[in-house]
């Protein structure tokens, strides 16, 4: 294989792994993103950033120290962010089962019990997806929506999950749905989730 991330374990905030690509080995290299799959897609960026860097790229010291700090100030909102440590609140924009599963992993890697995910997802979204895939992992579920009307939240997600025998609960808005969760919070929606959890994020 040309590329590829090994070594990948979790580190606080973040991951670790080494990347091989056609020209070298970068050896223990941290970046500020939860979730393996982020390990998988730094190899990917480092093979194309020697690509287009060409014959212009020597893999020297200065060349890897560029690459560390770099990648130290990555930052991407959303993407299983950390908003509060003790206990957990992690967000992450994730409207259907496939995209749920870095997130359930991220939480099984970390160890983490006593998990309530929030789910912010329209209507018109792959909310059962998220759901059962966050319910065979044995996680509460609490059913909530985002203020802006552009979304579809119409009210029929709670029958229509009990009807399919999940067990979940409905609060009508994010903030009250995060304030009444104790424990670990997993938040999982649509992009407009994000821009509520800003708002509150100066008081938590």
Not at 43 to 71: H, Q, Y
Not at 79 to 98: A, G, H, Q, Y
Not at 105 to 133: H, M, N, Q, S, W
Request: glycine share 8%; proline share 3%.
């Amino acid at each position: 294989k040309q590329k590829a991330a090994y070594d990948i374990s979790f580190a606080p905030e973040g991951m670790r792994c080494g990347v091989r690509t056609k020209k070298r080995r970068y050896e223990d290299l941290y970046i500020p993103l939860m979730g393996a799959h982020q390990c998988r897609n730094l190899a990917l960026a480092v093979a194309a950033a020697e690509d287009m860097a060409g014959e212009a790229f020597c893999g020297t010291e200065d060349d890897i120290r560029a690459l560390r700090k770099a990648l130290s100030g990555l930052f991407w909102y959303g993407r299983l962010s950390v908003i509060r440590k003790d206990p957990i609140l992690m967000v992450d924009c994730c409207i259907n089962r496939v995209s749920a599963a870095a997130a359930l992993e991220t939480v099984c890697e970390l160890g983490l019990t006593d998990v309530t995910f929030i789910l912010a997802v329209p209507d018109d979204k792959d909310y059962e997806g998220v759901a059962r895939a966050v319910a065979e992992k044995g996680h509460r579920i609490v059913l909530t929506k985002v203020a802006n009307p552009h979304y579809r939240f119409e009210g029929i997600q709670l029958e229509r999950l009990k009807e399919a025998g999940l067990s979940c609960e409905y609060v009508p808005d994010l903030k009250t749905a995060i304030n009444g969760t104790s424990g670990h919070v997993v938040v999982l929606g649509t992009t407009d989730m994000l821009k509520e959890i800003k708002r509150m994020d100066r008081r938590m």
